[in-house]
């Protein structure tokens, strides 16, 4: 999966707790993104990230923040878990900001109780 | 907001025969790729085409792009059983860092 790890690959945990999804390349991409993937929906952008320290929102942002302090990992956190967060978390790289190809992680499974 | 829908959702055919799948999208874009997920992994890139490209192949893939139409076709020829998976069309609409936009993909089952 081009250099790219997440992990957990499984959690579960319970609404109100607070949940931290790592991502580390080691590819050394400036771009980095987080999608989910929920049925019906296909993959939304959540947040993506140009550099370190530099993030932006994306699509379905609200419930999320994210932190880049290196260039190889990008971390998700859900402040306070609902079940409407309750998805497949996908993690990808780009080396070039233009969208051209994107590589992903194999996702985290998460489920909030 | 769901840019590209891949028709149909799902498609089941035996294995050596070709599989098409369409992506319709809303606005302009700059390219339209297609990628392939296998069960509980990641998506794999397969093709990109740019707006001033009409058709591209790459092995058994043959895409083809209408953007008057703002329409996509993936044609896998020979399929095989390895080739089942689910197959997204995802747009890049801004030419920034900003990722893509993705359809909710369709589902592929080549029948032995």
């Known amino acids: 999966d081009a250099g790219i790890t997440q992990s957990p690959r499984h959690k579960v945990t319970e609404t109100g707790t607070p949940v931290t999804l790592r991502c580390h390349q080691t590819e050394n991409h400036r771009y980095m993104y987080w999608y989910r993937q929920d049925p019906g929906h296909g993959l939304r952008l959540i947040h993506y990230s140009y550099g370190v320290k530099d993030t932006d929102k994306g699509e379905v942002s609200d419930g999320y923040s994210v932190s880049r302090s290196k260039t190889e990992d990008f971390l998700l956190t859900l402040e306070s878990a609902t079940s409407s967060q309750t998805s497949v978390y996908f993690c990808?790289?780009?080396?070039?900001?233009?969208?051209?190809?994107?590589?992903f992680g194999s996702g985290t499974q998460l489920s909030v109780l | 907001s769901q840019q590209g829908e891949e028709d149909p959702q799902a498609l089941s055919i035996q294995e050596g025969e070709n599989a098409t799948m369409n992506c319709s999208y809303k606005t302009s874009i700059n390219n339209l790729q297609w990628y392939r997920q296998n069960s509980g992994r990641g998506l794999v890139h397969l093709i990109l085409?740019?707006?001033?490209?009409r058709e591209k192949h790459s092995g058994r893939l043959r895409v083809t792009l209408d953007t008057s139409k703002k329409s996509s076709s993936l044609l896998i020829t020979a399929s095989r059983a390895a080739d089942t998976a689910s197959y997204f069309c995802?747009?890049?609409?801004?030419?920034?860092?900003?990722?893509?936009?993705f359809g909710k993909g369709t589902h592929l089952i080549i029948q032995p």
């Open positions: 990808a790289i780009s080396e070039r900001g233009t969208n051209e190809k994107l590589f």
């Open positions: 085409i740019r707006s001033n490209e």
């Open positions: 995802a747009t890049d609409s801004g030419g920034g860092a900003d990722g893509l936009t």
